[in-house]
């Protein structure tokens, strides 16, 4: 018998990976198509962002990463500027350095859906009822299509939606390397132009060190040799050897549209831009998670009308507010005097912002255009003590209405019941942990019916 999956995902990096466990979670027949054959032993995304870590714990996935944690910084950075995260309004007041690897590694595990390797999505052609895929010369007939495929995504290209941006205009080079002389803290941003832009200890003996600046501008294919990364280590190190390397460059691009009919997009297909921050990884796996239930309930059949339409709606401008983030780091990051003048600048606005940019580039700081007039609405459920659910609760990807009253009946199939005794009101949860309803926004029915679709009679 042909399989026939309800949704096809190109790429099991870890967006595509995460999307797949999400699927999973309500049952959706998935399956991950993957042209390599094993993943890389190394990996240029290092870190998990506060929000991130959140959303893992959430779904059960963060402890079994834990044992390839290799460093937990309570701090991130803007252009090599710290950010405090210590005091942060979330159960993970850290960056967690986990190689993507790991983290793609652990995802996999985690799946029942198959995940078919050395196999190669070539086109597609979709229609009022679903898309054809094909796979190494073979149709794949599936409801939907997601590009989670990298920034030279097939999908976005045969899709034919635009992916604006420019060019590069500078390179850097990250490399794991070991030091004659490497630092022992948790992490070093030194002064700009006196060496690399971080340095960051991965436990084995070796450092991340990322090396930016005017003197790196060069193509991106240009092998990276010892000697470039010696000079980008200036006098700040001495160089024992290199382990790896890659270059990056500051070229930014988002996808016009993150959805065309069937065939929606994810990662670095919907967008690229300067590794600054460790956002790339983090902004593809919270799309994963926005996406999942939506896609999910859309499949199951109970999606009110336009839901799938709210991804689009939600996390396109998440994105294009990281990737101008990532811009303006790459220019706070060229070491010209003018730039340090600029910088010095910056760093005082940031002080005086209290926890506002920390909060940013941690992902605490989002929140989606759902409406009502209460501050809540739209943001993320922050940390609640001494709750009760009943029922798998947001774990397995369900909604929660958190207050005394029960789900209205009609909606206790989608939406699952909880109290607490924090001083927090009824607040109805979505399954991506974003609150859709706040008591005095207008009747809970309505946002029922909005977010989960009509009751069930």
């Known amino acids: 018998m042909t399989f026939e999956p309800d949704v096809l995902i190109a790429g099991a990096g870890p967006t595509g990976l995460m999307l797949a466990h999400e699927l999973q979670l309500s049952g959706v027949d998935t399956v991950v198509v993957e042209r390599l054959a094993e993943r890389p032993g190394w990996s240029k995304a290092l870190n998990l962002q506060p929000r991130t870590a959140e959303l893992l ?180 190190h001495e160089l024992v050897s290199v382990r790896w390397a890659s270059r990056f460059t500051d070229a930014t691009r988002l996808v016009e549209r993150y959805r065309e009919g069937r065939v929606l997009f994810a990662g670095d297909a919907a967008h690229i831009h300067l590794p600054a921050g460790g956002q790339g990884l983090n902004l593809g796996l919270q799309e994963a998670v926005n996406l999942g239930w939506k896609l999910a309930a859309t499949v199951r059949g109970w999606a009110p009308d336009g839901l799938l339409d709210t991804y689009n709606a939600e996390r396109h401008p998440v994105a294009a507010r990281v990737l101008a983030a990532a811009q303006a780091q790459g220019v706070l990051m060229v070491p010209d005097p003018d730039v340090v003048a600029l910088r010095g600048v910056v760093e005082e606005l940031i002080r005086a912002a209290g926890p506002a940019m920390a909060e940013r580039v941690a992902g605490l700081d989002v929140r989606y255009p759902i409406g009502g007039s209460h501050p809540l609405t739209g943001r993320r459920l922050p940390p609640v003590d001494r709750i009760s659910v009943t029922g798998p609760g947001l774990g397995a990807g369900r909604g929660v209405l958190i207050g005394p009253s029960p789900v209205p009946r009609g909606w206790e199939d989608r939406v699952d019941h909880a109290k607490t005794n924090a001083a927090l009101p009824a607040v109805l949860v979505r399954p991506d942990a974003h609150i859709a309803w706040v008591e005095g926004d207008g009747p809970l029915t309505e946002a029922l019916a909005r977010w989960f679709g009509g009751p069930v009679t």
């Open 57 to 236: 714990e959430l779904r059960g996935l963060l402890d079994r990463m834990r044992d390839d944690v290799v460093t937990t910084l309570p701090a991130g950075h803007f252009a090599g500027m710290e950010l405090d995260y210590r005091e942060l309004d979330t159960t993970q007041p850290w960056q967690l350095g986990i190689p993507q690897a790991r983290v793609e590694a652990h995802l996999e595990a985690a799946l029942a859906s198959p995940v078919w390797r050395e196999r190669t999505v070539e086109g597609f052609v979709q229609d009022d009822t679903g898309v054809t895929v094909t796979v190494d010369g073979s149709p794949v007939r599936a409801r939907y299509l997601v590009g989670c495929d990298g920034g030279r995504s097939t999908v976005r290209k045969r899709a034919g939606v635009p992916f604006p941006g420019r060019d590069g205009r500078v390179s850097g080079v990250v490399a794991d390397v070991v030091l004659a002389d490497g630092p022992t803290g948790d992490w070093t941003l030194p002064a700009l132009g006196t060496g690399p832009m971080t340095v960051l200890p991965l436990g084995d003996g070796a450092h991340r060190v990322l090396i930016a600046g005017a003197e790196q501008q060069v193509p991106r294919d240009t092998p990276i040799t010892d000697d470039e990364v010696r000079r980008g280590l200036g006098e700040a």
